[in-house]
DNA sequence: AAGCTTATTATACGCTTGAATAATTCCTGC
DNA sequence: GCAGGAATTATTCAAGCGTATAATAAGCTT
């Protein structure tokens, strides 16, 4: 006697791994790391439990290949804004504003980046994927303040540079964290505006030097 | 028949609720969130599982409390180092020292931090601790910041503080985050360095006015 | 030294988890 | 249109989880 059986579409590859992904990153964010059960997540994907570990070696895996997405995502929104910019000093400012903006500064994204990082310590996967993007992240960072000093006609050399986007790296982290965590605690704009200033006075900037040109960009 | 049972020590409220919590931190840093199970946490803290519910209504406020003692610890401690300087700008360059420096910046804190962080958005008594934490730091460094100023005799404003705080935190906290999940990337004194020049240009203060008096204190 | 209270142990229960296996449906190449 | 292989489902399994309950050992009171 043979059973009833649902019917099921037969997807490619890719975007049945992606399925599987965007369901882990939304059961992740609705029931934190603990809800993000195999059943669970095959729910949501439309999906039985046992097709993940068609595609993945476990719910491990799984869980990397999601923590990868995350963390590209976020840097890469970023650099995206930044290269918007038409001079050196327009891409330093986008990309500062744009880690403490939505979408980056966002519970979900917020939610996802801290049921994460707590594997860093444990997994070692976890952890290269954390370095591989911290490093691209500072480099980013540093390219962008390498033009800039350039631009403004300062000579800093290289190992200063790193300092700074060190430093700048951190406030940002900083900022972004405690500011999607407390968000009711913040006016709309109070990120970004102390972000800026504070930025101007890490570089030893003259005040306005960033935040000024924000505002003519919030007029038009 | 009876049965052989386990001699054991009837200790008082007081220190076995110490030693639980104790006991789950260890579990916690040693194997993760994911290892600190009751039967882990008992074991370790050498009582059996049903202990814990004899002190605390259930698992999870048992982890509060954890999370509590992870909390007020490093802010305590950084405030403690901070009031043994002798003058506004030396408590305020310890407590920025404090912050980057071990016991704070230390993979087993950091462990214990990471843990905790993600259940601040699904919990409410922990987004409750975190909230009362974060604010006290704020205060923390609030005052510190106000007494600095009128030292020095300037002129700052309640809320520009209020915007010093909020930037030197998220440097801060920024700084200890990465420098402590990437330590093989720092040496030694680069990270609490890093920090001091980095508020000094924060505070617009002429370069050295922190980091110079940090070497006289070294070389003693 | 006996008795009372309770901190602690021991054991069991029900549930959920990630994983394994076998059956079935879908799609492609002929 | 029909085989054959692969994707997907359905079901089962063993292990581990947090919790509940009853028996017992410990220490205090008198």
Same sequence: chains 1, 2.
């Avoid at 669970?40 to 997405?69: C, E, N, P, S």
């Avoid at 930044?82 to 903006?101: C, D, K, M, P, Q």
């Avoid at 972004?176 to 968000?183: I, Q």
């Avoid at 913040?186 to 306005?208: C, I, K, Q």
Wanted: net charge neutral; hydrophobic share 45%.
């Amino acid at each position: 006697m043979t059973v009833n059986r649902r019917s099921y579409h037969r997807a490619s590859e890719a975007e049945r791994r992606e399925d599987l992904i965007a369901a882990t990153l939304d059961c992740i964010a609705e029931f934190g790391i603990q809800g993000a059960t195999v059943r669970q997540i095959a729910t949501r994907a439309g999906v039985t439990g046992g097709l993940i570990r068609h595609y993945f070696a476990g719910k491990d895996q799984m869980l990397q290949a999601a923590y990868r997405k995350v963390m590209t995502g976020m840097t890469e929104t970023a650099i995206a804004a930044a290269i918007e910019g038409e001079n050196a000093r327009s891409r330093l400012r986008r990309f500062i504003v744009a880690n403490v903006t939505p979408p980056v500064t966002d519970p979900r994204t917020l939610s996802l980046w801290a049921a994460f990082i707590s594997h860093i310590q444990t997994d070692p996967t976890f952890a290269a994927v954390h370095r591989e993007n911290y490093l691209a992240f500072l480099e980013a960072l540093e390219t962008l303040l390498t033009a800039f000093f350039r631009e403004e006609k300062r000579a800093v050399g290289p190992q200063e540079c790193r300092r700074h986007a060190i430093a700048l790296n951190a406030l940002v982290d900083g900022l972004w964290l405690e500011g999607t965590l407390a968000a009711d605690l913040f006016a709309d704009r109070e990120l970004a505006e102390n972000a800026l200033t504070s930025v101007e006075a890490l570089l030893r900037l003259a005040p306005g030097e960033l935040s000024a040109e924000q505002q003519q960009k919030e007029q038009r």
